[in-house]
């Protein structure tokens, strides 16, 4: 019950979410004097973070923390963590596991590996599901079976599918460091939500932990054109979810720092 209202609460926080709250709010009472202004604030928080010149000014500060915190020539360590959130089961006529946005932090553990910055890498990720005996595997086994397609030998895989959140797979790896003597662990996950991962992994006692960000949705800084500028005052899907992708990151962070997990 815990996991699941984590997951449903912030929905009400988010702008979608809020935005749409307000705006029944509003409705229902009409006739109140404060009911325009009501709806008008609604409509306001859901536009501007669906402008893509918003939501990019919200995403730009993490990826330029990510930035700041990948070291420039990458050390060797003794395994590669790939925090989940990238890698989706098959579809019903599909030839294999799935990539999404967030499939970049794969491949760079994998790019790592051939790299021979570590021998090991482990995969992670476990299963959200809110159905009755679900056959989805977990994203950790997806993503080994991903790994093996691209020629990482099984015996160097390790499979973390037990952790739904960031917090829960600090705490796993925390206990396998200690088991298998790890002193050095190379962070691979989306430069956005490397911010907040890296605050929950840097407190884990006996290993450094290296962070190394994949997964930039940012372009590199261009000149200006008036058809730019006109398109990023074009409200659009994709930068509400970007907006929305920053928002959750900010609250999760919250959260971490109140419990002590980051």
């Keep these: ?73 990458i050390p060797s360590a003794d395994v590669v963590l790939v ?6 089961p098959a579809g019903p006529h599909g030839l294999g596991v799935e990539v999404g946005d967030a499939g970049d932090r ?22 959200v599901s809110f159905g009755r005996d679900d056959p989805t595997r977990t994203e950790a086994h997806l993503a080994k079976e991903l790994a093996l397609e691209l020629d990482v030998p099984a015996s160097a895989i390790i499979i973390n599918g037990a952790s739904k959140t960031t917090a829960q797979e600090a705490a796993a790896i925390k206990t396998m460091a200690l088991k298998r003597g790890w002193k050095r662990l190379l962070l691979v996950t989306s430069a956005f939500h490397m911010p907040r991962a890296f605050a929950s992994f840097r407190k ?43 928002i959750k990151e900010h609250l999760g962070m919250m959260v971490y720092r109140f419990r002590n997990q980051a």
């Excluded at 200006?224 to 398109?231: D, F, G, M, N, Y």
Aim: without cysteine.
């Design 204 to 246: 884990l006692p006996g290993i450094a932990v290296i962070p190394v960000a994949s997964d930039y949705r940012l372009k590199p800084g261009g000149k200006a054109t008036i058809r730019s500028i006109v398109l990023s005052l074009v409200p659009s899907a994709k930068a509400l979810e970007q907006s929305t992708m920053v």
């Design 106 to 127: 794969l491949l760079t553990g994998v790019r790592l590996l051939r790299q021979q910055k570590a021998r090991q890498l482990i995969t992670s990720g476990g299963l």
């Design 1 to 73: 019950m815990g996991f699941w209202l984590s997951k449903m609460l912030p929905q009400l926080l988010y702008p979608l979410g809020l935005s749409l709250l307000l705006q029944w709010i509003a409705l229902l009472n009409r006739q109140r004097r404060w009911a325009p202004g009501l709806s008008a604030s609604g409509l306001l928080l859901l536009t501007l973070p669906s402008l893509p010149l918003v939501s990019d000014a919200l995403l730009r500060p993490l990826e330029q923390e990510a930035t700041s915190l990948t070291p420039k020539v």
């Design 83 to 88: 925090l989940g959130g990238g890698i989706r």
